[in-house]
């Protein structure tokens, strides 16, 4: 370890830092004078010890320990000067011992230095004289103290002695108030009881004079309400009577109406027949649709089976063309049934709108014009109806036509 080193060490500080504490005016009043004495002792040893030493001898972490237990002594004895616990006297004094066996062993020359003994005696004597004169600095504030806390108390004795005696007095005087209260609270009671029976009877007579008066009154009263309900008995007789009347208006209204509305009943069975013949109409247009369909599907597997063999088998192609055209009638008689059901369906819709729409037209002319409208309507739609036309080229298909292609056909069968 270099001088320069050595000499700048953080040991150093922590021992001037240790002086400042133990030189302190709480050190000297609280460290016991022993302590005091060990502590101070161990301080110039350590100083001496440090002058003595051969620092190049010396490895710095021999200094840091050092400088580590100086400060946690001084933790301790500042601990100590805080809460006045001495175990933290003792746990200083450990501390030191550790830091001087440390330092017993730094590198040392021969010479013994200068550290004199009979100077730390004289410092150690001068401060157990200052603990002492602190000592007794403190014991005569505390009789100070004492005989000051000694007045206050004879003080506050003589004003407790004069409290009891008010507090004697006070009670004498509640007892006579007391008395008095008595006194007077039976001759209220006295009093009050008397009152009080000539309240009730005044209040028996007020309570029998508002009874003859409200009986008067309720007798006046009921008078006047039979009269007024009388009163209200006719007028509400009237008004019934004129919303009878005008119920009745209403009534005759309403049969109006109900007229109106029946004509739509009277065209329910024109709307039954339409359905029907929808119906039918539909089934025949499926019927007609499925024998077209198998003519097509025969049709076309004649065609495949030419494309497929290369050989024209006329004798097949001639049966297979014969049935389709026997599969026409029926096609053709399916479709002709089903446009003329569906005609049906539309003449009678046409019936029904047209008898629905009548009545509400003419509800509103007068009724010798309406008789005449209805006359007219009569020969218009009862027994002058066309059923259907015939559907045209209905022989264009026919059983005769059928023969005169089975007859053109057959020769070529037989060869």
Do not use: C
Not at 10 to 21: P, R, S, T
Not at 251 to 264: P, Q, R, S, T
């Amino acid at each position: 370890m270099t001088p320069e080193n050595f000499t700048s060490h953080l040991a150093f500080e922590k021992l001037q830092q240790l002086q400042q504490i133990l030189t302190s005016d709480a050190a000297k009043e609280k460290i016991p004078v022993p302590d005091a004495a060990f502590f101070d002792i161990a301080y110039n040893y350590i100083i001496d010890r440090l002058k003595l030493t051969i620092p190049i001898l010396l490895p710095e972490a021999e200094m840091t320990s050092l400088a580590n237990e100086i400060d946690a002594g001084m933790v301790q004895i500042n601990s100590y000067l805080g809460n006045n616990n001495t175990g933290h006297v003792s746990n200083a004094i450990n501390n030191f011992n550790s830091v001087i066996t440390r330092v017993r062993n730094f590198p040392l020359p021969l010479s013994t230095g200068d550290f004199d003994f009979s100077k730390s005696i004289a410092s150690f004597q001068q401060a157990t004289q200052t603990g002492y004169e602190s000592i007794k600095a403190a014991n005569e504030k505390l009789i100070l103290d004492l005989a000051e806390a000694q007045a206050n108390l004879d003080a506050k004795q003589n004003q407790l002695t004069a409290v009891e005696q008010k507090l004697t007095a006070k009670e004498v005087e509640i007892q006579n108030v007391l008395g008095r209260y008595n006194t007077e609270f039976d001759s209220l009671k006295t009093t009050a009881s008397t009152d009080i029976d000539l309240e009730k009877k005044k209040f028996n007579e007020v309570i029998d004079a508002d009874r003859k008066l409200y009986k008067e009154q309720f007798d006046a009263d009921k008078a006047a309400n039979i009269k007024s309900f009388e009163e209200q008995k006719a007028q509400f007789e009237k008004q019934s009577s004129d919303t009878i009347n005008s119920l009745n208006s209403k009534l005759a209204e309403a049969n109006k109406i109900v007229n109106i509305v029946g004509n739509v009943g009277v065209t329910g069975n024109y709307q039954n027949i339409a359905d029907e013949n929808k119906k039918s109409a539909d089934n025949f247009r499926s019927i007609a649709l499925a024998f077209m369909i198998i003519m097509s599907g025969l049709l076309i597997w004649s065609i495949i089976e030419i494309s497929k063999n290369g050989e024209f088998n006329l004798y097949k192609s001639l049966v297979r063309i014969l049935a389709a055209a026997v599969l026409t009638y029926p096609a053709v008689y399916a479709a002709r049934e089903s446009t003329k059901h569906r005609k049906l369906e539309t003449q009678n819709r046409n019936l029904e709108l047209e008898l629905a729409s009548i009545g509400p037209f003419i509800e509103l002319l007068p009724e010798d014009k309406k008789q005449k409208i209805k006359e007219e309507l009569v020969n218009k739609y009862f027994g002058n109806q066309s059923v259907v036309a015939d559907v045209k080229g209905e022989e264009d298909v026919s059983v005769n036509a059928l023969e005169r292609i089975f007859k053109a056909v057959l020769p070529f069968i037989k060869k």
